[in-house]
């Protein structure tokens, strides 16, 4: 049965949801919940940027019988065929699948148009065919590029400021024309800075707090990018599972519509550090000393983040549960 008030809607009966990115780190955690949940779930990805591991936790997690109801379709978003194969029969399509980093798309723009933008194009027109009752499908806080207010409101966006955040623009676009244009049904989900268990801690383009508990577990300062004080809105993933479910159940006045996926409140890279620093050091980490490194600020990051979460609050009953010390808590025990 369900454990929290938003699980109702999705567990009222069984359906059958395809997630891209499944591999991936909110990809998988979306898998785990909806299997709880008694829905079949067919899990889509290439493995670029996914693990295998994260699929393997999910299968420890569930039960036989729920993780029987779980198939995995190994492909590339960008393969046409593959996506009109996966779609066939689905209710539901939670698109994660992307290449997430504003830094690697400084340095291949390329690969991440072809990702993001064609890629995204063959699972909307796949979805499209197959008469799907909603797609919902991540967009980022990184459409606001330029502009300067705060908080940030669904209706003000700027100019982007990397190849990451154009492509993630375009997918926007692209959305709420086929929704006025085919009638195809779709949510976007502008994530803030969602942090939890299964990010991955390696690689250039690693996000940060699983950057920085990797760091300090093995000994080492971790780095910060300009002064600290750049600040983000950061967003346990159960938040954002519970925003992915709410929206695809959602009635019709979302389609088409973008929104944010936040706490609605700030954090600085300082804050956050000392936070991590204390969360490991509770945990018997021998960290408590420890002091960052600071280096340049990186091209193509914004300066400071906050969401306006309203309009996903009023539209579809998004109330993020989970506070960002609980969400690092889980991530040091993870």
Wanted: hydrophobic residues 40%; proline residues 5%; charged residues 20%.
């Amino acid at each position: 049965m369900p454990d929290a008030w938003w699980q109702d809607n999705v567990a009222s009966s069984n359906k059958r949801w395809l997630v891209t990115g499944a591999a991936g780190f909110i990809g998988s955690h979306l898998v785990d919940e909806l299997l709880r949940l008694g829905q079949e779930v067919i899990g889509f990805d290439d493995f670029s940027t996914g693990y295998r591991h994260n699929l393997d936790f999910v299968k420890t997690s569930v039960s036989e019988d729920q993780w029987r109801s779980f198939t995995l379709v190994r492909a590339d978003i960008r393969d046409f065929d593959a996506c009109v194969e996966a779609a066939a029969g689905v209710d539901f399509v939670l698109h994660e699948a992307a290449l997430g980093s504003v830094p690697r798309s400084m340095k291949e723009p390329r690969e991440t148009h072809t990702v993001n933008v064609d890629g995204t194009m063959n699972v909307f027109l796949a979805s499209l065919g197959a008469g799907v009752r909603k797609v919902v499908y991540a967009s980022s806080s990184s459409v606001y590029g330029d502009e300067p207010s705060l908080p940030k409101v669904e209706n003000r966006i700027g100019r982007p400021l990397s190849p990451y955040a154009a492509s993630k623009q375009i997918g926007e676009l692209y959305a709420n024309t086929l929704w006025r244009t085919h009638e195809l049904p779709t949510v976007g989900l502008r994530y803030f800075n969602v942090v939890g268990p299964r990010q991955d801690p390696e690689g250039p383009y690693a996000a940060v707090v699983p950057r920085w508990v990797a760091a300090m577990r093995s000994g080492h300062r971790p780095t910060i990018y300009g002064d600290g004080e750049t600040s983000r809105d950061f967003c346990p993933v159960a938040n954002a599972v519970q925003a992915n479910l709410l929206a695809a159940v959602s009635d019709e006045s979302t389609n088409g519509n973008a929104y944010n996926v936040a706490l609605g409140g700030r954090t600085t890279l300082n804050e956050l550090f000392i936070a991590l620093r204390d969360a490991l050091a509770a945990d018997g980490v021998n960290c408590t000393d420890t002091d960052a490194i600071y280096e340049d600020f990186r091209p193509g990051d914004i300066r400071h983040s906050l969401a306006d979460i309203t309009k996903a609050q009023r539209d579809f009953g998004y109330k993020p549960d989970v506070t960002l010390e609980e969400g690092l808590a889980h991530v040091v025990l993870s």
